[in-house]
């Protein structure tokens, strides 16, 4: 069983490490502005409950896996770069059109399947276990499910925050000049974050 002062110090962690920007928010941002809170929403569903299980699995045992094959860490890396730069491009050149039923945003499987390429959400469950997984709290089993747990707490208020930002500046996207500078100052910021992860 997790301690008490492990997990107020882990949900501090998560908090801060769920509210911070990165490529997820820059994500859940751009989809609020084109498509609206609500149409938005499974978008929020698929990364808080897809960085919940990535940070269950690792702490359960997935992480030594990874950091055991340096193949695969070096797989994860650049395709997850790779993935990013591409979706940068697909949001700076999305145009918008005058209804927003025609918009397919990230839906909740496909936010949730880019946790595991996103380099943020393996650095912050990576980090988060190595510092907060101790023998003398539980099994390995009960310690990874209060980390998941905790973790989707933290992350559903704090990730709402850049859906709920980015549908509110949608009123000012009503034309297509505006939606454009939003789409391009998006994907530049989110090509930005991949320079974050390239060491």
């Known amino acids: 069983m997790m301690t008490a002062s492990q997990g107020i110090t882990f949900l501090l962690f998560a908090v801060v490490a769920a509210i911070t920007p990165g490529p997820s928010n820059l994500i859940l941002t ?35 896996v990874v950091l055991a094959s340096p193949g695969l ?76 747990m905790l973790f989707i707490l933290a992350a559903l208020p704090s990730c709402f925050i850049w859906l709920a930002f980015g549908a509110s500046v949608q009123r000012f996207l009503s034309t297509k000049r505006s939606a454009r500078i939003f789409n391009v100052t998006m994907g530049v910021l989110l090509a930005g974050s991949v320079l974050l992860f390239i060491w």
């Open 30 to 64: 751009s989809t609020g502005a084109n498509v609206g809170l609500l149409r938005g929403l499974p978008c929020l569903g698929g990364v808080v409950i897809g960085m919940g299980l990535m940070m269950f699995l690792v702490a359960f045992g997935l992480g030594n």
């Open 73 to 148: 860490i070096l797989l994860l890396k650049w395709g997850g770069i790779g993935f990013l730069l591409w979706l940068s491009w697909k949001v700076a050149t999305a145009g918008r059109s005058d209804t927003t039923t025609e918009k397919q945003p990230l839906g909740f499987w496909g936010a949730a399947a880019f946790q595991w390429i996103n380099p943020k959400s393996w650095l912050v469950s990576v980090s988060a276990v190595s510092v907060y997984l101790h023998p003398i709290a539980g099994t390995a089993f009960t310690q990874a499910i209060g980390f998941g």
